[in-house]
């Protein structure tokens, strides 16, 4: 498993921006799938995005597409979400995932993932 930190949420207008990033630890984070979900107040955790180790596929969520962004630096351990255009219902907790992959495949379920970060708040006003 590898040790995932978020950062980046925050309170932002509708129709605005925010990057959410997430820093891994390990030496081995170019061999990990990743993805980002989020889980709004009451509901369950669904994903927003995943990436292949690669950054060669890539998948989103319906809600997001065209206005969300997934990318990856590998030599600087770290994935990426830009949101633009947002709107109040992206507001949710969201969270980071990794798994190791011996493929350039993503992961598009929660069950797929086995290492996970904290969590950053994003909320977004109306």
């Known amino acids: 498993q590898v040790q995932l930190v978020e950062s980046g949420g925050g309170l932002v207008q509708a129709g605005g921006s925010l990057r959410l990033s997430c820093a891994a630890s390990?030496?081995?984070?170019?061999?990990?799938?990743l993805g980002w979900f989020r889980q709004p107040p009451g509901k369950e955790r669904d994903i927003v995005a995943a990436?292949?180790?690669?950054?060669?596929?890539?998948h989103y969520a319906d809600s997001v597409k065209g206005r969300f962004t997934i990318s990856r630096d590998n030599a600087k351990n770290t994935v990426y979400l830009q949101m633009n255009s947002l709107k109040p219902e992206d507001t949710a907790v969201y969270y980071c995932?990794?798994?190791?992959?011996?493929?350039?495949?993503?992961?598009?379920?929660?069950?797929?993932?086995?290492?996970w970060g904290q969590g950053t708040q994003v909320t977004v006003s109306s």
């Open positions: 990436i292949g180790w690669n950054g060669g596929s890539t």
């Open positions: 390990g030496r081995t984070f170019s061999t990990y799938a």
């Open positions: 995932a990794a798994v190791r992959s011996g493929s350039s495949r993503y992961y598009s379920t929660a069950a797929g993932y086995d290492s």
